[in-house]
């Protein structure tokens, strides 16, 4: 248990559906991450928040949305995804915003989009 | 940018055996290194990190890893794996000076036989 959660765990959708997903940390930190998880693939940075702001966007497609409302939570908000987004979403965070800071990752929602 | 190799995909070792993951990382200064592990359904778990000083550098569950400057490596080791050490393994690197981003390895998945 890393005091990181994320709900659902498993995720079901087709291409016009609209799903959020959630990740919520317990540890009093201030960053937090979405990461995609593919197969054979190195971990995929997505989205960034510092103090609830967006401080990255790694040219992630518009159909992903995120939403930060308080440094404990973050959505990622689902709308019209492909195939090729089927994979594990994880969710992290760090005391702060930094390349020295170990990251606490969540357990991550599988996403299979039909 | 920084970039991470994790050349090594499937690695099976007997349990008792000693293990040595490897890690090539690309990155002109000295980077900020990194072993995460992630148990089939978990999120990532960091191991241990290297900022600076001593190279050799002691984890949780018996790990270590070194930093080698010169062959800008960082393997991970343990004398005598167990059944439970069966999980993926992540070495990940990021830049010193301000924020910049971890970049992650394609992982190696270790496999544990009686």
Known sequence: ETGVTQTPRHLVMGMTNKKSLKCEQHLGHNAMYWYKQSAKKPLELMFVYNFKEQTENNSVPSRFSPECPNSSHLFLHLHTLQPEDSALYLCASSPERGSQETQYFGPGTRLLVL | ?114
Not at chain 2, 37 to 65: C, H, M, N, R, W
Not at chain 2, 98 to 108: D, L, R
């Open chain 2, 1 to 114: 940018a920084q970039s991470v190799t994790q050349p090594d995909i499937h690695i099976t070792v007997s349990e008792g055996a000693s293990l040595e993951l490897r890690c090539n990382y690309s990155y002109g200064a000295t980077p900020y290194l990194f072993w995460y592990v992630q148990s089939p359904g978990q999120g990532l778990q960091l191991l241990l990190k290297y900022f600076s000083g001593d190279t050799l550098v002691q984890g949780i569950k018996g790990f270590e890893a070194e930093f080698k400057r010169s062959q800008s490596s960082f393997n991970l080791r343990k004398p005598s794996v167990h059944w439970s050490d069966a999980a993926e393994y992540f070495c990940a690197v990021g830049r010193s000076g301000g924020y910049q981003k971890v970049t992650f390895g394609t992982g190696t998945k270790l496999q544990v036989i009686p």
